[in-house]
């Protein structure tokens, strides 16, 4: 179904955020100037849509997601959240929607986890059994059983992170917004995660929107992404069309059992950097890998290998050059 | 919603969130018994500062021991019971700095109880026991003729006294809104304030008296109304009825601090800073 016509959840319609930025250039001097953190960006989100939005640092993406949760007063433009204007009426939305920023905890850091959890019961006058059942399910899930009477302090940072999402999601959010949920995990704690992710979105029909340097969270959580630089959408769509649009590159990272003379890899594979016995060779992020191993394990003394996907900054820098380049011819 | 429920949702999450810090602070046993045990002493050695001062004079600016003592205790009581409900507030600006005062803005409770009970401790409650003890002996001590509306006079005094510093507090957070590593200036006139207020009026520049009674109305916590008790004159001419006034200034202070607290977090919210 076109997300379109579906029960609009979150709608932007020309939303800017404009700073006044003041620096010091002297000692009393000041020199003040405006910066647009978001500029005029509109997108609308269906319920129950799972939405990566990503964008290098400092492109507007946090400041977006302060909008969103009533935090910031936008400068311009419309924005409504189930139909709440978020700034006007930030404590109504505060009941309808769950937070999770990744770097920043809202566990109370001496007190056992439970404790937090028993706070969120009161604050947001969760029904008891409503309550217990969020919880047990959330335990059962997110494996939390047997943190719950330890101190958030003593708690690992997957284990921090798996315990603040519970705790985002007990009052029965009809949407969460993930600042980074993977950020500083190891492999198992973000397989853990996204596997939850992925299981509330489709039980509850939670309606995410995510964050993320990490385009496997995006790969394997987002159906849509969209992509933000200096302050607007320069992307909204599906993931595969970014990787077209940006033309990534996944590298492969081969060691073979000696110095060799570059690999002849079938285009458009190649060889980008020779270092001894290691070398990277480049090839379309659209592409699958397995032929192209299968060829140099076939052709080479292959010893080890690895895949290395690409980073969104790169696919963003790289399609930002690709515009560049077609404005100018 | 209504300014009644706003209160009230207020007082509740306040009280929620203070009862976490107090269990966060139980974990901590020892810790936890000897910063209450420090407390008491230091605040303790306040006073005795005071009483070291008397042994080589019999009176400061005209007033007699019992007299600074009463000045003393009606300071410290009213200052303590506003330390102990709001004295955390100068870490908001450690919280801007750190971005956790945006994890206050997405709950479903007014920001400035959840700023308010911010690191809640039991330990401030040293400072009222300690004010409670000495403004009970100076009561005992003073030679007052007491009537009903004296008698009245000292509880009236006491909680105007914790309502005007408690805006002080509201009004030095809303000010580090502003400027975040200000918390130096708000204790300045929170435990500047309270100091101020522990000698008599008569040894301060009268300039400086004047700026205590009509610009920050600290001289209504102790000044005005005890200088009207013993009967003793207030350096700059005040009417007798100016003693009863106390909960009349609390009431203004505490609007135009709620006043400059939402203005500072409008601010906050389309600034980002």
Redesign the interface.
């Known amino acids: 179904m076109d997300p379109f016509t579906m029960d609009p959840f979150i709608e932007l319609d020309g939303v800017e955020?404009v700073?006044?930025v003041r620096r010091k250039t002297g000692f009393l001097k000041r020199e003040r100037h405006r910066v647009r953190a978001v500029d005029s960006i509109s997108f609308t989100v269906a319920r129950g849509e799972m939405v990566g939005y990503i964008g290098p640092n400092g492109a507007g993406k946090s400041?977006t997601i302060?909008m969103l949760?009533?935090?910031?007063?936008p400068?311009g433009g419309r924005l409504r959240v189930a139909g709440i204007d978020p700034?006007r009426e930030?404590?109504?939305l505060?009941?309808r929607?769950g937070?999770v920023?990744g770097q920043?905890t809202?566990l109370?850091?001496?007190?056992p986890l439970i404790?937090s959890y028993k706070?969120m019961h009161?604050?947001?006058r969760i029904p008891d059994a409503r309550y217990r059942e969020n919880l047990d399910r959330m335990v059962e899930l997110l494996d939390l059983g047997e943190l719950l009477a330890v101190?958030v302090r003593q708690l690992s940072l997957g284990q921090r992170m798996r315990g603040d999402i519970a705790a985002a999601l007990l009052h029965d959010p009809e949407v969460l917004y993930l600042d980074e949920p993977t950020i500083g995990l190891d492999v198992i704690s973000k397989t853990k995660v996204r596997d939850f992710l992925r299981q509330l979105n489709a039980e509850r029909a939670t309606t995410v929107l995510l964050t993320t340097h990490d385009l496997q969270d995006i790969e394997q959580l987002c159906s849509r992404v969209m992509v933000i630089d200096h302050g607007r959408l320069v992307y909204d769509g599906a993931l595969a069309g970014l990787h077209e649009a940006g033309e990534s590159e996944r590298t492969l990272v081969v060691d073979l059992e000696r110095e060799l003379p570059p690999i002849e890899a079938p285009p458009p594979a190649r060889v980008v950097r020779v270092e001894g016995p290691r070398q990277w060779l480049a090839f379309p992020a659209s592409a699958s890998a397995a032929g192209l191993v299968a060829r140099i394990a076939a052709e080479y003394p292959l010893v080890d290998l690895s895949v290395r996907e690409p980073d969104i900054e790169a696919v963003i820098a790289k399609m930002y050059a690709e515009r560049a380049d077609r404005a100018v011819s | 919603m209504g300014e009644r429920s706003v209160v009230a949702e207020g007082l509740r999450a306040y009280w929620l969130i203070a009862g976490m810090w107090v269990r966060a602070g139980m974990t901590y046993r020892a810790s936890f018994v000897a910063t209450m045990v420090g407390n008491l002493v230091m605040t303790g050695m306040d006073f005795v500062g005071i009483l070291l001062m008397f042994s080589q004079v019999d009176s400061l600016g005209g007033w007699s021991l019992p007299e600074v003592a009463l000045l003393y205790g009606l300071s410290v009581t009213s200052f303590g019971i506003a330390d102990l409900v709001l004295g955390s507030m100068d870490v908001l600006g450690a919280r801007m700095r750190d971005g956790s005062f945006d994890t206050l803005l997405v709950r479903p409770a007014p920001v400035l109880a959840q700023v308010g009970a911010d690191r809640f401790a039991v330990r401030r409650l040293g400072r009222v026991v300690q004010g409670t003890v000495v403004l009970g002996w100076a009561l005992a001590s003073v030679d007052v003729d007491w009537s009903v509306p004296k008698v009245l006079l000292v509880p009236v005094m006491v909680l105007s006294g914790a309502a005007i510093f408690s805006a002080v507090f509201v009004a030095g957070a809303a000010f580090q809104i502003f400027a975040q590593d200000a918390a130096e200036v708000q204790n300045a006139f929170t435990y500047g304030g309270t100091t101020l207020l522990q000698y008599p009026p008569s040894v301060f520049g009268k300039d400086l008296v004047r700026g205590a009674t009509f610009v920050l109305p600290l001289a209504f916590v102790n000044w005005v109304p005890a200088a009207y008790l013993l009967g003793r004159p207030y350096p700059i001419g005040l009417p007798s009825w100016a003693a009863f006034v106390s909960p009349l200034v609390a009431v203004v202070c505490c609007a135009l601090a709620g006043l400059a607290w939402r203005t500072g977090l409008r601010s906050y919210r389309s600034t980002g800073s």
């Open positions: 955020k700073f006044d400041t302060k949760t009533g935090i910031l007063t400068s700034s930030r404590k109504r505060a009941h929607m937070v920023f920043r809202t109370w850091w001496d007190l404790d706070l009161r604050m947001y101190p």
